[in-house]
């Protein structure tokens, strides 16, 4: 199963479970949590349902294109579910079957892997699932996010799209996997991992980054300090503030004290939006429902 | 008598919180029941990834009844003059849930008082089940907690069934908002619909023969067995690894086994890189062959009992071939640059806000190390030793540790031998980790473990320099360890090194670098370093607690020498005389504690036992030089020994505290000048008479 197909068929399946078909989030960011389809919507009480393709960057993964295993830009396909359903281990698991994955002749499994964000103020419990000994899908129960216990509990379901297919067609090297009507990974990503890698780790102008880090983070600050607060602004302001530190952090500009100090004025604000949306949203007088009320 | 069964289904619980989970629901449900009046009843707690599992044997259908007497008011005051029942026989009967005829009367010597038999009839099992199991299970407590769905519950995961039976009923119960029935699953893939349990005998059985075995000794039995076999089959052993074989046994409803093949390839990487690869990223047993080499096979335990198609063989071997590949990806890389050009990076790798960078750390070190080794006369360059406190870091900046920082050392140790480096160099830097506190071996040269001490000492000196000292169980930065590796490495390495010394010299190292008084910090540096050495002697000597508190007290910075010392008094401190001595000598320090230095005057003694005394403390001083000196402590507790019957004469016949006060003056400076020589050895006041057990 190529690449494109992968997609295809978990959105579909997901599509056909009550998701949302979202896509991607037009920013940079470094996961697929960070999309305010995620972030946000985990927060208060509203019902939800989501899944959408999110390239995620890291630049400090990068390997110029030469580590067959690793890239600065991957996919991810990730899938909210809220309130987290009683059977959505079994869901998850015929979502493999999607994939022409049959358990009845794999193993899978689910092994304790817990998850944290400190820019998000965000934590959750859950697992990797294994299949063969592979990490196909990161599972999680999110039971805090933006600093705050959240109720009802997301279920996010996070598929490493290129480990998946590299996987099922058993091929050495990401870029040898096929994206689609037979065109290879390599062909269309290697010469972007080279150049980000390049930018990433010799070239990004440092200054620069901090100074726009500056920017965004008092930008982030202005849209919260607006009345009523901007939030989506805001969370915008927030994550290029993200992903101008994992930048500099790439290039090697960050020692190990500021890096705890630059978290927390990132967190800072994403902590603010996160308490903005939910005022917002309860002012709104919670447009997609309150699943809490639903069951009194 | 009935049995009951009690299965909790949850998903996938953590492997490491499995004991304790069954720990706790085995202690709550013991507690429980012992409460309830039911005695020598017994409880076995298992569990498999997905479900806990209590069973009870030969519990009584109920409690047995139980009568108690109870006494109300005097009988005067309970019945009117028309023998009414006045309120207070009223009141009385109500509290005894009786009614007012049934009131009996009992005679006292002060008189006649009502009184009543009330039967209290004993509880159903069932009932008391039904209120004991979800208390037990809701207030079971896990390293890390979750909520789900709506967020009403709180446990380790989501809870999906529960079966409840006394015998062939099902005892009516609530957890987490699941109800109590007799219906649960088998294995996920072998037999993964509903069935219902017919009794509370049956489902050890019932399981089995739907792929699930809940018993976790019998799951480890066939692990070990299986895996032995698979590995006879391929001519090999299994390279033991009992944790995570005890892992294993935890994370499945089924243990089955499959033996995969490695490229020999890889092979070629250094076999800690192998082991640390399988272990660490895909938990799989390596296999290795008679000669302790590793053999290019290993084993994946799976949750099912078969690989019907091989998929599950093939994945796996894609997965480690993949991982393994990842590996030497990481290794060639690593080996494009020599470890002095990789050093260059140790500038930019913080160790502490503070303290500064590990270069700068490794400065101090290689400084330490450089005037230590002078010290105890080393043949061993300072500039070597210089350079080499940074080489045996540099590993911590290669690719291979920032992937498995479990490696550091060990790589190093690869990367400088490959390139040429001296033996005594890249086995220290291999070694100078070593030991892990007191476990292990310490590190084989002098450089190692020069290095490894120097290194530790200033973590220690200069952690405590800017306040993070150990509190309780708060010990982030691994001090306590640290300090047990100083103390283990100092002790074995046979040199002549007085630890308060050394301590120090990492002090005084880090002048200009913290702040605040450098005697402070070594004195507090000291009794840390101390508070070691004790547990040192006791736990990895075998001391006892009290003979090491008794040698410490004559002085401990030269470890291997204190060590002797506490090894000969142990040897002797449950002796007769040995503890007629710590007897006397607590007498000696008080008479003694606030005399100051003064002469003999053998002149001014009246009895025989002063005299007498005054000799043999002389014979005594004059051996313990010779003792201590070639450290002979044996011998050095055996002429003290002597000392046991004249001192005890001594304080029977003379009378130290007479009225002449030169005469006790005298007495006095006898005593102060015994005590000088004791210490020398050991305060044995602090040896307990009752022979000292911790």
Known sequence: ?296 | MTAFLLELRTEEIPANALPDARRQLGEGLRKGIAEAGFDGIEIRIMSTSLRLVATVENLPERQADRTERMTGPPTRIAYDDDGKPTKAAEGFAKKAGISVDQLETESTDKGEYLAATVVHEGRASAEILGELVPAVVGSMRFPKMMRWGLGEFFFVRPVHGLVALLGGDVVPMEVFGTEAGRTTVGHRVHAPGDFEVPSADDLAWELANRGVLIDPDERRRVLDERAAELAAEAGCRVHPDDALVAEHVELVEYPGLLRGAIDPEYLELPSEVVITTLRYHQKCLILENEDGSLAPQFLAVIDRRDDPEGLVRQGNEWVIGARLADARFFFEEDRKRSMEDWSEGLERLEFHRVLGSIAAKADRAGALAAALAERLGLDLDADALRRAAHLVKTDLLTNMVVEFPELQGVMGGHYLRLEGAAEELWTAARDHYRPTGFDGEIPASDTGRLLGLADRLDTIAGLFGVGEIPKGSGDPFGLRRAAQAVVKITAESGWALDLVDAAGAAVDGLAGVIDGPATETSAKVRDFLAGRVRRYLRDVVGVSGDAADAVMAAGWGDLSELRARAEALDAVRTSDRMRALGLAFKRVKNITEQAGETVVDPELFEQDEERELHAAADVFADRLAGCVGARRFDDAFAEMGKLAEVLDRFFVEVLVMCDDEKIRDNRVALLTKLRRDFLTLADLSRLQVDGGKE
């Open chain 1, 1 to 296: 199963m190529d690449l494109q197909t992968l997609i295809l068929n978990l959105q579909h399946f997901w599509a056909e479970h009550g998701c949302v078909i979202q896509q991607p989030l037009d920013l940079e960011v470094g996961a697929g949590t960070m999309h305010p389809e995620t972030f946000l919507r985990v927060l208060g009480p509203e019902p939800y349902r989501v899944a959408y393709v999110q390239p995620s960057r890291r630049p400090a993964d990068a390997r110029y294109g030469e580590n067959p295993f690793r890239l600065g830009r991957h996919l991810q396909l990730q899938v909210i579910l809220k309130p987290s359903p009683d059977d959505v281990q079994g869901l998850f698991l015929r979502s493999l079957e999607a994939l022409g994955i049959d358990p009845a002749v794999h193993d899978i499994r689910f092994e304790e892997d817990n998850w944290e964000s400190p820019t998000l103020g965000a934590w959750g419990v859950g697992w990797q699932v294994l299949l063969d000994g592979m990490e196909v899908t990161q599972f999680t129960y999110f039971q805090q996010a933006g600093g705050i216990e959240l109720a009802p509990i997301s279920a996010e379901l996070t598929y490493g799209l290129e480990r998946i297919a590299m996987f099922l067609g058993r091929k050495d090297s990401i870029y040898d996997i096929e994206w689609g009507g037979g065109v290879p990974y390599g062909k269309i990503r290697l010469m972007d991992e080279r150049e980000s890698s390049t930018y990433g780790f010799e070239v990004a102008d440092v200054e620069m980054l901090r100074r726009h880090m500056e920017d965004w983070e008092a930008e982030a600050r202005r849209c919260l300090d607006h009345d009523p607060p901007l939030v989506i602004p805001a969370v915008e302001a927030t994550l290029k503030t993200s992903h101008l530190f994992n930048l500099m952090d790439a290039r090697g500009a960050v020692s190990v004290t500021e890096r705890v100090g630059l978290i927390a004025r990132v967190r800072k604000n994403a902590i603010r939006a996160a308490k903005a949306y939910v005022t917002q949203r309860e002012e709104l007088g919670h447009p997609l429902g309150n699943a809490l009320e639903e069951v009194d």
